[in-house]
T-cell receptor, first 112, second 115 residues
Framework: GNSVTQMEGPVTLSEEAFLTINCTYT??????LFWYVQYPGEGLQLLLK?????DKGSNKGFEATYRKETTSFHLEKGSVQVSDSAVYFC???????????FGTGTSLTVIP | ETGVTQTPRHLVMGMTNKKSLKCEQH?????MYWYKQSAKKPLELMFV???????ENNSVPSRFSPECPNSSHLFLHLHTLQPEDSALYLC??????????????FGPGTRLLVL
C-alpha cells in the first residue's frame, strides 16, 4: 500500500540554522511527492513537488530530492527564518487513483 | 477571487443545528476533496468528487453529507454533530487525468466548533 512517514516534531531551531525534516514513503508504482506547509490559522499551501526519481523540487529556499533508492524525500533549508515557523507535511500521490497520502506533519518553530 | 475559497472561516454550532460549509475553486479543476484536520491527528480524507461524481467515501458518519452541484462548487452539509467533530475542515481541488500532476490546492479551511 501507500504511506508516508515523516519525523516527529516539534522541531525548534535558531534563526539561520540548517533545517532537515525527514520523509520516507512506501508506494506502489511511481508516485509524485510533495511538501506542503501550513501556517497558523491557515490551510495547506504547496511548497514544492517532484514527479519522478532524482527530480529536485525547490521553492523559497527549501529543497527536496526524490530518492527512489532510499524511498525518501527529505526537506532541507540552509538558513531558516522566523517566518518559516509552520507545520510541514510530506505527501505522495499515487499514479493510480486520485488519493493523496499525507504524513502526520512536523511542527517547526524558529526562534530569533 | 483566485484559488480555493471556503466559507465560513469560523463556525460555532450546537449539536441540534444544521449548517453547511461551502467551497469554491477558481482553478478550472475537475476534482474536489473534503478533509478533516483534528489536533494531533493526521489529515483525514472524507470525500472525493471526480467529475462531480463521488468516488471515495472513507467511512464518514452520515451526519456529514457532501454535495457537488458542479465541478467548481462543493458543500458539506452538517447535522446533529458531536463535540468530537470539532476540527478544521479543509477543501482541496486538483486536475485529474493528467499523468503525474495530481497537485492538490487547498482552501484556508473552516474552523468548526460543536458545543
Amino acid at each position: 500500500g501507500n504511506s508516508v512517514t515523516q519525523m516527529e516534531g516539534p522541531v525548534t531551531l535558531s534563526e539561520e540554522a540548517f533545517l532537515t525534516i525527514n520523509c520516507t514513503y512506501t508506494a506502489t508504482g511511481y508516485p509524485s511527492l510533495f511538501w506542503y506547509v501550513q501556517y497558523p490559522g491557515e490551510g495547506l499551501q504547496l511548497l514544492l513537488k517532484a514527479t519522478k526519481a532524482d527530480d529536485k523540487g525547490s521553492n523559497k529556499g527549501f529543497e527536496a530530492t526524490y530518492r527512489k533508492e532510499t524511498t525518501s524525500f527529505h526537506l532541507e533549508k540552509g538558513s531558516v527564518q522566523v517566518s518559516d515557523s509552520a507545520v510541514y507535511f510530506c505527501a505522495l500521490s499515487s499514479n493510480t487513483g486520485n488519493q493523496f497520502y499525507f504524513g502526520t506533519g512536523t511542527s517547526l518553530t524558529v526562534i530569533p | 477571487e483566485t484559488g480555493v475559497t471556503q466559507t465560513p472561516r469560523h463556525l460555532v454550532m450546537g449539536m441540534t443545528n444544521k449548517k453547511s460549509l461551502k467551497c469554491e475553486q477558481h482553478l478550472g479543476h475537475n476534482a474536489m476533496y473534503w478533509y478533516k484536520q483534528s489536533a494531533k491527528k493526521p489529515l483525514e480524507l472524507m470525500f472525493v468528487y471526480n467529475f462531480k461524481e463521488q468516488t471515495e467515501n472513507n467511512s464518514v458518519p452520515s451526519r456529514f453529507s457532501p454535495e457537488c452541484p458542479n465541478s467548481s462548487h462543493l458543500f458539506l452539509h452538517l447535522h446533529t454533530l458531536q463535540p468530537e467533530d470539532s476540527a478544521l475542515y479543509l477543501c482541496a481541488s486538483s486536475q485529474e487525468g493528467t499523468s503525474g500532476l495530481r497537485t492538490q490546492y487547498f482552501g484556508p479551511g473552516t474552523r468548526l466548533l460543536v458545543l
